[in-house]
């Protein structure tokens, strides 16, 4: 028996309540540490973790926007964004660019200060963490209002990790790729069932395959001019969400 599954709720919900036990089960799509589930000490579990592509989001915007020098990351303050702000610390960055801020931010109304004051330290945002914003009720603002705001009035380029962020206005990202995924995970499925290889003989690991997507509506409303070798190399998204029909 084997039981493929995705993301972290169902390793929540199905995969640790299974471990050691003669069901093989291979996941791909978690973010958190295959340690937090206690996968480390399962002889009947492997998988493909989900790591960001940092450093390439950075070297792709850095392609559509060759003069920038100075990022700074923005993030709220879920739990979530420790172990990936320690790999973006840890990433490799092309050696002319320096991330100049990690700022925490708590607030809707704190964010746009922030976007407003931002021109005056750096030459790009990140924008990581975007989902914890609250209102002044005190609520969470949906991500997809936080980014069209952003888009419809900061003037500096951004990046981000996830295809749905561009869509909803970020200028470029590096994404995870679900069709890399979904294939080192067929292969880990065939070393098992095909070749008898053991679940805990084979490394839990992130693809290094992203990728690359550019909002053209993003770059034209920054007032960039997107080369032709960009536009054939990434996946481009020709209109903000909001915008559709």
């Known amino acids: 028996h084997l039981i493929y599954t995705t993301d972290d709720d169902a390793q929540e919900l ?4 299974y471990l050691n036990t003669p069901i ?3 996941f791909s799509g978690v973010n958190k540490t295959p340690e937090l589930y206690g996968f480390d000490k399962a002889n009947n579990v492997t998988g493909v973790v989900e790591h960001e592509h940092f450093a390439e989001s950075v070297q792709l915007l850095k392609r559509v926007v060759p003069g ?3 990022l700074v990351v923005v993030l709220d303050d879920a739990a979530m964004w420790a172990p990936v702000v320690e790999r973006m610390k840890a990433a490799k960055l092309p050696p002319d660019v320096s991330i100049v801020g990690w700022e925490t931010i708590r607030t809707y109304e704190e964010y746009k200060q922030r976007i407003a004051a931002y021109p005056q330290m750096a030459d790009a945002i990140a924008l990581i963490g975007i989902f914890n914003f609250k209102d002044t009720a005190g609520k969470n ?4 209002d936080v980014l069209r705001w952003t888009a419809e009035n900061s003037t500096l380029p951004d990046l981000g990790f996830w295809i749905d962020r561009v869509h909803f206005g970020t200028l470029v ?5 679900e069709k890399e995924q979904g294939v080192a995970a067929g292969r880990i499925a065939r070393a098992i069932l095909r070749e008898g290889k053991a679940p805990a003989t084979l490394p839990m690991l992130p693809t290094t395959k992203g990728a ?3 909002s053209l509506a993003r770059a034209k409303k920054l007032g960039l001019k997107i080369r032709s070798e960009q536009l054939l190399s990434a996946e481009i998204i020709t209109s903000f969400e909001w915008d559709k029909p």
Do not use: D, F, N
């Open 24 to 26: 093989v089960q291979i």
């Open 68 to 70: 920038i020098k100075r």
């Open 14 to 17: 199905v995969t640790r309540h």
């Open 173 to 177: 990202a590096v994404t995870v790729s």
């Open 141 to 144: 603002v949906p991500y997809q």
């Open 212 to 214: 690359p997507v550019i």
